[in-house]
């Protein structure tokens, strides 16, 4: 659910009409709703509340930190996978206690902050990262805190392959079979306490049973290591939960809890979730103004202001993002969001940016409303993923980012210009 909703034919934010946002604020531009992010968070916290969980917001999925800031108020912990990311969450605030940080190449720099910073817990990924971790720890006189991120070798077949994680042979942590070997090799390490275990299948999983199939697999392990007086007392069952790019797609949080809950229940378990995609996704927009109509042979072509350097989603991973004009007459007023919308009047078009790149292909083939030069499309469930892979290829500016709650909006990151694109190559070093 979210709050991007036609009022007689016009798209609204909130209370806030996206055309009149537009107008002010300029194009392209991230649109984001509070409500819909805090609503998200709320109803993913009510669906596990049995679990009493630690929801660490996955930073990586929409990281301006004025949403941090809005969910780490809201007590949600952070999934972090940077130096930068940490450095983002230590500017909004978020108690360090509640961060969790992954990533299979952290840096030496990066584990000596996260350590001076006294994170909750390190995803360790790999034995030489343990090692690594432990010494630097030991260097500093402090003792860090470990999961060890296994590989059930469990996978949804509905995830896109570069975005499958819990499978045997990928770059990320261990397969099941070696963990046992490490937790008794480093399970009573003093400089790095290993005593949790952490599993993330990929994103995004459309059913609870990968799930269930990775935490049955998770338990048995955890029962085995516990036999052998090692402590294990937290599991992190990862994110990949979906969004809605279709309207009704994606299970509910209930759906994915009334399997999971019952799991881990009076197991003793601390239990950590890293949600993203399905909190960020649905609770932001990006909107951009058509600049041209032109045809091709019998193609007709859509050319707008943004592209695959403002959302790289459609050109890396085949994905799908309802695209739609944000004024419409009342027949074009859409109830649902779905690929195939069976209206009257539709256009065959493909919506292209202005990149000098063959891929910049937002939507192919693609039923439109008709639109003209000027006209403000809305290309929706752009929260996650979106932003944060921006980039400014052809040196273009990055887009701005606005915050709405309720009727009133905010700048949370300015439009870049000319300027910022030169900026730091105007200062020269020798070194």
């Not at 197991?267 to 951009?288: D, S």
Request: a negative charge; aromatic letters at 8%.
């Amino acid at each position: 659910m979210d709050w991007f909703q036609y009022r007689d034919g016009q798209l609204f934010c909130e209370d806030v009409n996206l055309d009149k946002l537009a107008s002010s604020v300029g194009t392209p531009v991230y649109v984001y709703s509070q409500r819909t992010f805090e609503h998200h968070f709320e109803e993913l916290n009510k669906a596990f509340a049995e679990l009493d969980p630690l929801i660490c917001y996955s930073i990586k999925s929409c990281g301006n930190i004025h949403l941090i800031k809005l969910l780490a108020d809201r007590g949600a912990g952070m999934d972090v996978v940077s130096g930068g990311e940490l450095h983002r969450a230590k500017l909004a605030g978020v108690a360090m206690n509640k961060i969790v940080y992954a990533g299979v190449g952290k840096t030496d720099a990066e584990i000596r902050e996260a350590i001076d910073a006294d994170i909750g817990y390190f995803n360790i990924e790999s034995e030489a990262e343990f090692e690594n971790i432990s010494a630097i720890a030991r260097s500093l006189g402090k003792t860090a805190h470990g999961t060890l991120r296994i590989n059930p070798d469990v996978s949804d077949p509905n995830t896109h392959a570069k975005t499958t994680t819990g499978k045997k042979e990928t770059k990320f942590g261990v397969d099941i079979d070696r963990a046992r070997k490490f937790f008794e090799t480093y399970g009573r390490d003093e400089h790095c306490r290993l005593t949790a275990i952490h599993l993330h299948l990929g994103s995004p999983i459309y059913s609870p049973a990968p799930y269930v199939l990775a935490i049955n697999k998770t338990l048995t392990l955890i029962e085995e290591l516990r036999a052998k007086d090692l402590t294990i007392d937290t599991i992190d069952i990862g994110g990949g939960f979906a969004a809605d790019y279709e309207s009704g797609r994606s299970p509910s949080y209930e759906t994915y809890a009334e399997a999971i809950v019952p799991l881990l229940k009076g197991k003793g378990l601390k239990v950590i979730l890293e949600p993203g995609r399905t909190i960020a996704g649905n609770a932001g927009v990006l909107l951009a103004r058509v600049q041209y109509i032109k045809t091709g042979g019998r193609k007709k072509f859509v050319i707008v202001d943004s592209g695959m350097h403002q959302l790289l989603r459609p050109a890396m991973y085949e994905a799908f993002h309802f695209i739609w004009p944000t004024n419409v007459a009342p027949q074009h007023e859409p109830s649902r969001r779905s690929e195939q919308m069976d209206m009257p009047g539709l256009e065959m078009t493909d919506i292209v940016g202005p990149i000098c790149e063959t891929g910049d292909i937002l939507a192919k083939e693609r039923g439109l409303p008709p639109v003209a030069r000027g006209d403000l499309l809305a290309i929706f469930t752009a929260g996650a993923y979106g932003m944060v892979m921006a980039s400014q290829y052809n040196a273009m500016p990055r887009p701005a980012e606005v915050l709405v709650s309720g009727s009133n909006a905010t700048i949370i990151r300015r439009r870049e210009t000319y300027e910022d694109l030169t900026a730091l190559e105007m200062e020269t070093a020798s070194v």
